[in-house]
């Protein structure tokens, strides 16, 4: 990976430093201080999202769906547009402990994310979803498997 100035108001490192924060004890308010107003995020298993107010929404399922969800950050490096993130995914879903890998690729903005495409194999949280049929109630109450929303 090329290491490259990302930004006069913050470095790669210090936004993987508020990155791992924001994991550790994750909060929908959070999110302000990582992604500018017109963010485009992309990940398995739903649309892409535009915009602060409706990743906040989305996150609002997420944690709905997953309350203890949280990450770890493995490494990461810079790239010529931003950074690249390795971490892992932990939490319980269905009274069971549930982890998975994914990467994150952040285009930065002035040290803000301008876009996000998150990487991990969507296989591990669909076998989880079915083989744990006490999620099912909260996962459905948080809407995240609405196709119309």
Not at 86 to 101: A, Q, Y
């Amino acid at each position: 990976m090329v290491q490259a100035a990302v930004s006069k108001t913050r470095s790669a490192q210090e936004f993987v430093d508020a990155f791992a924060r924001f994991w550790r004890a994750p909060s929908v308010g959070g999110l302000e201080g990582l992604l500018v107003e017109e963010i485009v995020l992309r990940q398995p298993l739903t649309r892409t999202i535009r915009g602060l107010e409706a990743s906040q929404r989305e996150f609002v399922r997420i944690f709905a769906a997953i309350p203890d969800l949280h990450a770890r950050v493995d490494r990461w490096g810079s790239t010529d547009d931003g950074v690249l993130i390795e971490f892992r995914l932990i939490g319980t879903l269905g009274g069971r402990p549930l982890e998975w890998p994914a990467v994150d690729h952040f285009v930065l903005k002035d040290g803000m994310a301008l876009e996000r495409t998150t990487y991990y194999d969507a296989s591990r949280l669909l076998v989880a979803f079915v083989t744990r049929p006490k999620c099912w109630p909260r996962v459905m109450r948080s809407g995240l498997l609405n196709p119309w929303r």
